[in-house]
């Protein structure tokens, strides 16, 4: 079974701070990983995926993420946010292994 | 249609009633999923369908959750007796084939259990 856990359930930021979410997961075989984004009021929507390849992703309104195999990790980081990114991101792996979910604050 | 469609977007019921909830996916999205979000919770997978078969029914919460989908297309989600614990937010999704593709999601539905 996978499993795919996010370190942090809420993270208040002040524009302009950079920002890093963790996501780990357990799985030993191929992992697809996703991180979803809600705004608030909106549907879930892709912000960044990663198959294979560049282990460096990037996402639209410039969020990338890091695939580490050997920390099992697919952390998103964003240099300096703004405070329209305040949402709900999601972890995912596969096509069903989601995680709880980090609900992102940021502060005009 | 131009994304995913769920229908009633809002739905009160009392407790120990049957609902029923609808999905429409993308056109032409084989596999459909279907998740339930509570509130302060992430999103919990319930079922997994590939074409009209379910090969996956391992989140269903208890045997009062029961998903079908005809035609390869539309889904319903129906719960049983609901409890207040049914409270939710019922999310569903589609994507072109199941393995590594992007999920696209409907608004859900907002299910409350008075």
């Known amino acids: 079974a996978q499993s795919v856990s996010q370190h942090n359930h809420h993270v208040i930021l002040s524009e302009a701070a950079s920002l890093e979410l963790g996501c780990n997961y357990s799985y030993g075989g191929t992992v697809n990983l996703f991180w979803y984004v809600q705004y608030p009021g909106q549907h879930l929507q892709l912000l960044l995926k990663y198959f294979s390849g560049d282990p460096l992703v990037k996402g639209i309104k410039g969020f990338e993420a890091e695939f580490i195999k050997s920390k099992f990790s697919f952390n998103l980081r964003k240099p300096s946010v703004q405070w329209s990114d305040t949402a709900e991101y999601f972890c995912a792996v596969n096509s069903s292994g989601f995680g709880a979910g980090t609900r992102l604050t940021v502060k005009p | 249609g131009a994304g995913v469609s769920q229908s009633p977007s809002n739905k009160v019921t009392e407790k120990g009633k049957d609902v029923e909830l609808r999905c429409d996916p993308i056109s032409g999205h084989t596999a459909l999923y279907w998740y339930r979000q509570s509130l302060g919770q992430g999103l919990e997978f319930l079922i997994y369908f590939q074409g009209n078969s379910a090969p996956d029914k391992s989140g269903l919460p208890s045997d009062r959750f029961s998903a079908e989908r005809t035609g390869g297309s539309v889904s319903t989600l129906t719960i049983q007796r609901t409890q207040q614990e049914d409270s939710a937010v019922y999310l569903c999704?589609?994507?072109?084939?199941?393995?590594?593709?992007?999920?696209?999601f409907g608004p859900g539905t907002r299910l409350t259990v008075l």
């Open positions: 999704a589609s994507s072109l084939v199941r393995t590594g593709n992007e999920q696209f």
